[in-house]
């Protein structure tokens, strides 16, 4: 099972709120698998139902969460509330992390959208005795897919986070207790400036490969060793440093780290990085000693644990090999 946290509950029940402001609290990325399914077809929801009808788009949520199993750990996702009635996408959201069920009346639901004239499934008349009869059908696939319920009616998001906290945290003593999750390595790989540009800068240096084509390497690596790798990636100094400092806080058992430019300079990051005592890996792409003279000097290399440079995108598996025996 990866490491995602995957917010399901019937349309209304504040998901795609919910995982927003769960992200920030966390630090972590969030993908809404109806906006995934719109950017990839240019299509509303709205539209897909109508060319393609309910089957179709069940079609389309099937592919999203087989894509994000090839994704990176460490993400926050919300659903469409129909997507856990096909059984196969159930055991896909078992595969990809810890399902949390925000559970609503049906009361509630037809507060929230009395004037939401968005979504398919209320068009026409009697759209409040359609959430019952919705809600009675769907509630015992919900509960099915859950790993966790949290009653949302009535309720400010403080409050609501801060129960999903208590029983995330439950839920991983009770599965390290039982030795199902404890041995799983969590690694955190950080890259700097300009590393989301791969594949458009400097083909000659950094090579045709573009980002998604690493964060694809790194997920397979998580998969055949077992660990959890979140990868995160900022063009900021500050931003850096504080995911630095928050893996001091999350749990992390090893850093890898292209600093990309900052390596030269960035004697804050040098200092996140001694505040830190698990493995650590500085990573270069190209061979920096061969390179111009200022790349030849890094303020970060001495506080890491080892430094990989010149053996292209291949050396972020290194690192994490090398984390893994440390």
Not at 172 to 190: S, Y
Not at 253 to 269: L, M, R, V
């Amino acid at each position: 099972m990866k490491d995602n946290i995957i917010f399901i509950g019937f349309m209304g029940s504040g998901k795609s709120s919910t995982a927003v402001r769960l992200s920030y609290r966390l630090r972590r990325t969030v993908t809404d698998t109806d906006k995934w399914i719109e950017k990839q077809n240019g299509m509303t929801v709205s539209e897909i139902f109508g060319r393609f009808g309910e089957e179709g788009f069940r079609d389309m949520e099937t592919e999203c969460l087989e894509k994000l199993l090839g994704e990176p750990d460490g993400r926050i996702i919300a659903t469409g509330g129909g997507l856990p009635l096909r059984e196969k996408n159930r055991e896909l959201l078992r595969q990809l992390g810890t399902v949390v069920y925000l559970r609503v009346r049906a009361e509630t639901v037809c507060e929230r959208l009395a004037s939401d004239t968005t979504r398919p499934l209320l068009r026409g008349e009697h759209p409040e005795e359609k959430v019952r009869k919705l809600l009675e059908e769907r509630s015992g696939v919900y509960e099915d897919a859950a790993d966790i319920t949290v009653d949302v009616d009535d309720r400010e998001y403080d409050g609501i986070l801060d129960e999903i906290g208590e029983k995330l945290e439950e839920r991983r003593k009770r599965e390290g207790a039982d030795g199902k999750e404890g041995k799983r390595m969590k690694l955190l790989v950080i890259n700097g400036p300009n590393l989301n540009f791969l594949g458009i800068r400097e083909k000659s240096v950094y090579g045709t490969q573009d980002y998604d084509y690493l964060l694809g390497m790194i997920a397979k690596k998580g998969q055949e060793t077992g660990c959890q790798i979140e990868v995160f990636q900022s063009n900021h100094e500050g931003a850096i440093i504080d995911r630095i400092q928050d893996s001091y806080f999350d749990g992390t058992e090893g850093i890898i780290i292209n600093p990309g430019a900052f390596t030269h300079y960035s004697y804050a990051i040098r200092d996140a990085l001694a505040s830190i005592t698990v493995p650590k890996v500085e990573i270069h792409i190209s061979d920096i000693t061969k390179r111009e003279d200022f790349r030849k000097v890094s303020v970060t290399a001495p506080v890491c644990d080892k430094q990989i440079y010149g053996h292209g995108l291949e050396g972020y598996l290194e690192a994490i090999d090398f984390c893994l025996k440390k």
